[in-house]
């Protein structure tokens, strides 16, 4: 687990309090779902999407009931977006809803990523106007190269060492992307409440 992740839920969540903005948080991973519930920081995630198993009354894993590649990643991202909370429903993320029904919209959302399946789901939030940040292990060169390369290639938003610590740079970007849908969400109401002022002319 990285530096600071522990305590990053806590940290993040009163700042947004503080500003009046409530954050939710998700996980969207290839790994075990099993495994991640395991994790202490599970209870943090609104929800957990991940590969899973079918099990017997008996508790023993029988067969894979979910398998998630990058293709599945994305999908999940969809399903956050449109309010879609289990994967068995994902039948609905094809189905039609108008952007301003959706709960979370792209634009408000920020994606962490540290592996290869993450690439396809950084580059769409980019894509739809959200933010978008390739986190790496600073003690591995290799790691660092890969995700510079994701900026480069205008995949991703920004690029971090991965260290949650408050005052970190990961800290120093979420706030102030935080702050920046705070000010852009204002903007636009302000601008409504204009518009309709020259409605009634």
């Not at 522990?6 to 503080?18: M, Q, V």
């Not at 939710?24 to 779902?33: A, F, P, Q, V």
């Not at 399903?79 to 959706?102: L, Q, S, T, W």
């Not at 991703?156 to 705070?182: L, Q």
Request: with cysteine; proline share 4%; hydrophobic share 35%.
């Amino acid at each position: 687990m990285f530096k600071g992740v522990k305590e990053w839920f806590a940290l993040i969540n009163k700042y947004g309090s503080d500003n009046g903005i409530v954050i939710e948080h998700y996980i969207n991973s290839s790994g075990l779902k099993e495994i991640i519930e395991g994790t202490p920081i599970a209870k943090e995630f609104k929800h957990i999407y991940a590969c899973s198993f079918f099990y017997s009354p008996e508790g023993k894993a029988e067969w894979p009931a979910v398998a998630v590649d990058f293709t599945a990643k994305t999908q999940f991202l969809f399903m956050i977006n449109k309010g879609i909370r289990y994967v068995k429903d994902n039948k609905r993320v094809n189905e039609f809803k108008p952007d301003i029904e959706r709960p979370i919209p792209f634009r408000h959302m920020i994606y962490f990523g540290d592996g290869e399946t993450d690439v396809p789901c950084m580059k769409l939030i980019k894509q739809q106007g959200g933010r978008s940040i390739a986190v790496y292990n600073s003690s591995k060169r290799a790691k660092k190269a890969a995700a510079e390369k994701l900026i480069a290639e205008n995949r991703v938003n920004f690029v971090c060492p991965a260290d949650y610590s408050e005052g970190k740079e990961i800290y120093k970007v979420v706030t102030t992307i935080i702050d920046k849908i705070k000010s852009d969400y204002e903007f636009k109401k302000l601008l409504l409440v204009h518009e309709k002022k020259g409605k009634k002319l």
